[in-house]
């Protein structure tokens, strides 16, 4: 009988703790780079791990299973998104526009992500009179975040 009291208290447990037992899968993990997060106090060379495209795991060290992506980042910075406050970013094909709705401007997909900006703040490429038009071209379809500040001038720069 304390066999079978012991085998259903084991198979209880195993239950509750199921989760614990099974390794976490992450998609990639960058390791040795100095990771610097001012809101969670971090300023350390650690490994993050990465699952559905967010952050997971900040540790020491932690260790890759099969078919993870992982990065060497050792000698290299780990960092929240950077903000880039001066962008030009109201792109388009008007010609002689200089930065607004014009081909001198950039689209902010085009140089933020792999310089680590995930953030930029157009500076005044556009006016309240083209706004429309600048949310709808480019802010709306761009994978960076894109404030602006409104150019005093109607239709901006």
């Known amino acids: 009988m ?12 195993l239950c509750f703790c199921n ?3 099974i390794a976490q899968e992450y998609s ?8 610097i997060d001012p809101k969670n106090n971090i300023d350390n060379t ?6 559905d ?6 540790a020491n060290t932690i260790d890759a299973g099969k078919g993870v992506l992982v990065i060497d980042a050792t000698g290299y910075y780990v960092v929240p998104g950077l903000i880039d406050l001066h962008s030009h970013n109201f792109y388009g094909t008007q010609p002689d526009r200089f ?4 081909f001198d401007a950039l689209p902010p997909d085009g140089f933020t992500f792999r310089s680590g900006v995930t953030t930029t703040v157009d500076a005044g490429s556009s ?6 038009a600048f949310k709808e071209q480019t802010i709306a379809h761009s994978k960076t975040r894109v404030f602006c500040f409104l150019n005093i ?3 901006g720069m």
Not at 2 to 13: A, C, E, G, H
Not at 28 to 35: L, P, R, T
Not at 99 to 102: A, F, G, I
């Open 53 to 58: 495209n967010k952050i997971a795991l900040i």
């Open 19 to 21: 989760d614990s037992l």
């Open 28 to 35: 990639i993990i960058i390791k040795g780079g100095h990771v």
């Open 2 to 13: 304390t066999s079978l009291k012991t085998f259903i208290l084991i198979s209880i447990t």
């Open 46 to 51: 650690m490994d993050l791990a990465i699952q």
């Open 127 to 132: 006016g309240w009179k083209n706004f429309n």
């Open 153 to 155: 001038v109607g239709e």
């Open 99 to 102: 930065l607004n709705n014009s």
